[in-house]
């Protein structure tokens, strides 16, 4: 298709995942790799909630 582009949509247990270098992250890894990523605003608060939470942030 002409004009259409691939993008990963990360979910925020993916991510925090990833963040903390649990089980799966290496998959994230090559998401991130592969094309451009974004996340929705409820994922981003979600993972902003978590971090802060455990205080991690």
């Known amino acids: 298709m002409h ?3 691939k ?3 990360i979910d925020a247990s993916a991510a ?3 963040m903390q270098g ?4 290496e998959v ?3 998401a991130l790799d ?3 990523s974004w996340i929705t ?3 981003y608060c979600e993972i902003l909630g978590k971090l802060v939470e ?3 942030f």
């Open 3 to 5: 004009g259409v582009s």
């Open 41 to 43: 605003a409820v994922n």
């Open 54 to 56: 455990t205080r991690l």
């Open 34 to 36: 592969q094309c451009p």
């Open 7 to 9: 993008v990963n949509i």
């Open 28 to 30: 994230m890894d090559e």
């Open 22 to 25: 649990e089980k799966g992250a």
């Open 16 to 18: 925090l995942a990833y």
